[in-house]
């Protein structure tokens, strides 16, 4: 069973979302906050697979930046804890409605995905203007951006409330980071920027 959910963990992620958003559908007169999980549920979804099949490529692209040989298996396998953090920053908010910061780690998401991806580009000196997974990364960073001028706009939280949203959001990343790195087989995680940098120099 646990071999079938690795392998077949964007498969499952996509049932669930999708299960989610009819279910949604159905309840009707949803609240600000539950429409914006919503949409961050249909975007996360379309990046997963624009980003790992259609066209697809990040793995590959980050395997060879951490000098890992990249295979079917190992890229199906590191989508897991993607995988279930996706569902979390969704299912969560939208149950949560009543409060703003599961939501505004969500929104942090959005803005991260679309800076990760032009840095990615930039970094790395790629030969187009585009990485694997970008299209969908930088929706998700105007969407996050129109969420945040509305949210401001109508005094919907507080400053508290945006910074513990953008840290804990930064921290479940890094933590989500840090699991990727040790299913590709890199103990120690210190080791990652020295390897980043490195490639960077040799580019």
Not at 84 to 89: A, K
Not at 152 to 168: D, Q, S, W
Request: glycine content about 6%; charged content about 20%; hydrophobic content about 55%.
């Amino acid at each position: 069973m646990i071999k079938f959910i690795r392998y077949y963990s964007l498969e499952i992620y996509s049932v669930i979302s999708i299960l989610f958003l009819l279910i949604a559908t159905i309840m009707g007169d949803l609240s600000f906050i539950q429409k914006a999980a919503l949409i961050y549920t249909v975007l996360f979804l379309l990046h997963e697979w624009e980003e790992g099949v259609y066209p697809g490529g990040f793995f590959d692209k980050f395997s060879e930046v951490l000098d890992v040989k990249s295979n079917e298996e190992l890229r199906r396998i590191t989508r897991v804890p993607v995988d279930i953090l996706l569902l979390i920053i969704t299912i969560v908010p939208f149950c949560l409605d009543n409060y703003m910061i599961p939501i505004l780690m969500t929104a942090t998401l959005g803005i991260l995905e679309g800076i990760v991806h032009i840095g990615f580009i930039k970094l790395f000196r790629m030969g187009k203007f585009y990485s694997p997974g970008m299209v969908t990364a930088e929706i998700q960073f105007i969407v996050s951006v129109l969420f945040y001028i509305y949210t401001i706009k109508h005094n919907m939280a507080t400053g508290l409330e945006y910074l513990f949203g953008a840290l804990l959001m930064i921290i479940a990343f890094m933590i989500m980071q840090k699991s990727l790195i040790k299913i590709i087989g890199i103990k120690n995680y210190s080791q990652v920027p020295k390897m980043v940098l490195k490639r960077i120099k040799e580019k």
